[in-house]
């Protein structure tokens, strides 16, 4: 125990957790906390992503991790902060195997909740600052290989006469930051991506498109943004960053590369995966598969009566390029989240004929002014990066709330933005527009934790479904084509040239399906959501985000994704679980659950 | 005056200095000073970067700038540091038209040395943090245009329909760090470079070669490089980085364009520069036109008896390409200096069936390892990072000491070193290699100011030497050429296949009279050097670096370079005068030197 802790109830808590933890005695660190608790854990005891809930679940978790793990060397980095509903400090901590940062809160003088967040591996640090390499090779040395040599002799190498240790199948920002984080661990890697340049799956959106996200929550690992970036990135600017980052990042990145079939071998422990490279067949072999093909899965796009006859153009959001060309014509989006407005907006500012939207359900709506003021996310901003905050501890201290316990923070931001924007919201509902704020009330991040969808981050197109320009029809949908337009379910027919269907995404599992097979996207079962028994988000109640970053069912395959924070922040645990693989690190998974929602 | 002023000493000195200069009182601001003084400023009074030295000086430059200036507003950043020599301080400044940063040093309670550095100009700050762009345009806007079209205008435009406010003659680590910082200042510019890819000119260098500063030196303004960096940068990943770096910074970088011709219309007060453009001549127009060209100037090539009947390759080390391709083969390096050695070295890797090296006069050598062990470059190191110390502090705490008290500040460390490492040297001296620490014994540092040669930082060449399996013939120069080999002043003949002449570079103003006219070349006069009246820099004493990042006798021309880390600091400066220029910001300048040494 270091001299650090002080005599705080923080301090005294955490001294008696390490005692318990030091004579074995789980059902004695359990009782340290409150009757409401959590243990949120980070790959540090569990080699899982796990929260126990409960001091039965702590002490389960504890009971089953102890001996292995070694938790303890507990140092307060902070004396202890009173807090609202408590007391809170940060403290380090070792294990067996590894060094972490953690996270405790009481209340009432009890654990409340609790972070054990693991850094880094003993022995398997990145080199950083002063064991950074020295870049020059001193003294002479015949056979001398220099940097370029030795990057060349990689690049012919791996997936050549060496395989990989991992393989990443998607290079958006989830697969660039976590090859990035496994370069700096050494371990090798390889991402392909069926687009031929980094940043490409950006590039090739709609012209408008801007991250939903404000800079400071945005940065990848290592190198973070400059401080004049601007707050929302243009697409083709990310696109560009992506790619510089890639190159300085010094990643093995095989663009125009696409995953035609992967299977698993279980008696070598290995991964087959079949691809095209520039359309050239090409067998990779790898230990483990990432699959970062983006949290959203495979496009949901409907079958409907009448599509082959349509004269005009049908397309999914994701493969629509934008508002030039669609001039004068008729156009119809189907959905009413994100992507629907901005592409609804962008053909209106095209000067097409007509825009109309189908909202289908209600729609939670932001503005994205309104989010920044009310500083939902407010270890990431100015005044938080001013006041020296680092991106890695606002990722610490969003992570130490457990998902449980979010709603309730997250409830009266959400109200206070409904009496903000009252008038906003009035005209919009008087247009006809279905609005929610989650069917619990919380808001837009925990519509986004359960089921990634639902919201819209106005940045301009309520207004234009408010006054009408961009006309409404809600509660119904498409029900099917005639030649030259739709026929909704409401019976009235609209003319139409372009058909978007906005309509989102499956599971991440449906790509397991697609590039494995239905068999193990099967048994690895539903990706996100948190079971919190809403819409799209089936119970029960799982505590983390089913299947991210974690073990699953299937040995050898992980998954990757969502925002830049989540690619940023997450990597890093799923990096370390592979690291550890890798260097023979003994990961004893706790509490795989089973599969609750295959297919 | 702020409040934060407190009774210290350095508080009081600037308390009474800003008394002294409200009442325009020049004789009593200098009478704050003790004898030997220095007032060194960075484009803040002067509109120049000129050290005045002694009270006399002081009062000659306050007398001139002080009622347009306004110099005032001072505040004690830090509560005064007591030091060996002293009391220090910084404090932060205001004028007419900008911001600056300051620091002051005092000996027996009187101004021993100030410095004031201009920051940033009123009204033309950059945009970061909290007043960086939105990125995204809020609301629906029929003609919106997005990053990417803004951009692609911008590149069609520029050069073409509308002309540059400044134009920058290479693309090296000085073009780029210029651009960079003119662009965020949002003035109009072009940076052209001979070859295709910024960071060609490192790519094309000999293969071995790394930077021969550690990276706490190196980082480019904005944009520092990642904590994993390695210490010394081999060449072709800086390549990468400055690549990396002018995409981000949306640089207007032209490759593959060569400069022809220019010529200044005293009328029009503009440059006219013809260029080939991939071949095809284009005529640019800029009114200030900056020569970063490398702070070395044209390669020096002897004309030599004999040459054109030599059967062998007869090189400069600017184009020797590297060690492979000379196995077997006799090789002469005609120099003794960090390219010299360098190249020696890498052409013995490559089994070079032997390698002389042909020492002219004395070198100054410094082991690299030692270099950082004395920490002669103290704000610049782990710890220092560690410490939280930024690199634009760390500039800033070099720049506070004047050039006339460095020797006595370094003389001590190269004396330490020749202590620490004198078996080393002794090694060294006992096969005939000629030593010398500078003329006064102040080392590597004024050896760099004065001439910008003289020196090898060893890495592991003198070890070669030492050993002999690097020949060295010391004292003598090639005298002529044979069909197979040289002959020595000495008269010994030896045999040779290659012939690399490591002789170093003219002044920058060979570029002047190259790119542009031997009249405007002497106009300018000698770049570089400080007027030290030692070899290759030929007095009076002038204070600062001749014609270096400020005016010069040429209207509209400019001259920037050097290290990366002058690169860095002094862009700052030569990007705020040409700000200045711009928005019609006055900009008197003061103490134009006269030119003692033309052509």
Not at 55 to 78: D, H, P, Q, W, Y
Not at 463 to 486: M, P
Request: net charge negative.
């Amino acid at each position: 125990m270091g001299e650090v802790l002080t005599a705080t109830r923080v301090g005294n808590f955490l001294a008696a957790l390490e005692r318990a933890l030091a004579n074995g005695d789980a059902a004695g660190a359990a009782g340290l906390f409150g009757t409401e608790c959590y243990w949120r854990d980070l790959a540090a005891l569990s080699w899982n992503i796990h929260t126990a809930e409960g001091r039965e679940a702590v002490i389960a978790l504890l009971s089953a991790t102890m001996a292995t793990a070694k938790l303890g060397g507990f140092r307060l980095e902070t004396a202890g902060e009173t807090t609202d509903g408590g007391e809170e400090g940060w403290f380090t901590f070792e294990t067996a195997t590894g060094r972490g940062r953690g996270h405790v809160k009481l209340v009432d003088g009890r654990g409340f909740s609790l972070l054990t967040a693991l850094q880094e591996l003993k022995g398997f640090e990145e080199k950083q600052g002063a064991t950074r390499s020295e870049g020059v090779e001193w003294g002479a040395r015949k056979g001398r290989v220099t940097w370029k040599e030795q990057r060349e002799r990689e690049i012919a190498a791996l997936g050549h006469t060496e395989q990989p240790f991992v393989l990443i199948v998607g290079g958006g920002q989830g697969g660039i930051a976590l090859a990035a984080r496994l370069r700096r661990l050494e371990v090798p890697t390889i991402v392909i991506d069926k687009l031929p340049r980094p940043g490409d799956a950006w590039r090739s959106r709609y012209k408008s498109l801007c991250l939903h996200d404000a800079v400071w929550y945005d940065h990848l690992p290592y190198l973070p943004f400059p401080a004049h970036w601007p707050v929302y990135t243009p697409k083709d600017q990310i696109g560009d960053w992506l790619e510089m980052y890639t190159n300085i990042m010094q990643l093995n990145f095989w663009g125009g590369t696409e995953c035609v079939a992967s299977k698993y071998d279980e008696a070598s422990g290995e991964w087959e995966v079949q691809v095209l490279r520039d359309g050239v067949a090409h067998t990779l072999r790898a230990k483990h598969l990432v699959l970062a093909t983006g949290m959203s899965g495979v496009p949901n796009m409907p079958r409907l009566p009448g599509m082959d006859g349509f004269a005009g153009t049908i397309t999914h959001s994701s493969n629509h390029p934008g508002g030039p060309g669609w001039e004068g014509k008729h156009c119809i989006i189907v959905g009413a989240n994100n992507s629907a407005h901005d592409i609804a907006v962008d053909l209106w500012e095209h000067e097409a004929a007509s825009v109309t939207m189908i909202q289908r359900s209600s729609t939670m709506v932001a503005r994205a002014e309104t989010l920044r003021a009310t500083g939902d996310r407010g270890p990431y901003c100015e005044p938080a990066a001013q006041r020296g905050l680092s991106t890695d501890q606002a990722d610490l201290i969003v992570a130490a709330t457990p998902y449980a316990v979010q709603p309730r923070v997250q409830t009266p931001i959400a109200e206070r933005m409904q009496q903000t924007d009252a008038d906003f919201y009035a005209r919009l509902r008087a247009v006809g527009f279905k609005l929610d704020f989650g069917e619990d009330g919380s808001g837009l991040g925990q519509k986004y934790l359960r089921r990634g969808s639902g919201y819209y981050i106005d940045v301009g197109g309520s207004e234009l479904v408010a006054d009408g320009r961009i006309a409404l029809r809600s509660g119904t949908e498409v029900a099917g084509f005639g030649a030259s337009g739709v026929t909704l379910g409401s019976g009235e027919t609209l003319p139409a040239d372009l058909v978007v269907f906005a309509t989102g995404y499956g599971s991440m599992n449906g790509w397991a399906a697609q590039l494995i097979s239905q068999e193990v996207a099967d048994r690895v079962g539903k990706c996100w959501g948190l079971g919190s028994n809403t819409t799209y988000d089936p119970g029960p109640w799982e505590g983390e985000l089913r299947n991210m970053w974690k073990p699953t069912q299937q040995p050898g395959l992980w998954f990757h994704g969502g925002n830049l924070a989540q690619a940023r922040h997450y990597s890093r645990y799923l990096a370390l679980q592979l690291k550890a693989r890798l260097e023979g690190v003994p990961t004893p998974v706790y509490a795989l659950p089973p599969v609750r929602h295959p297919g």
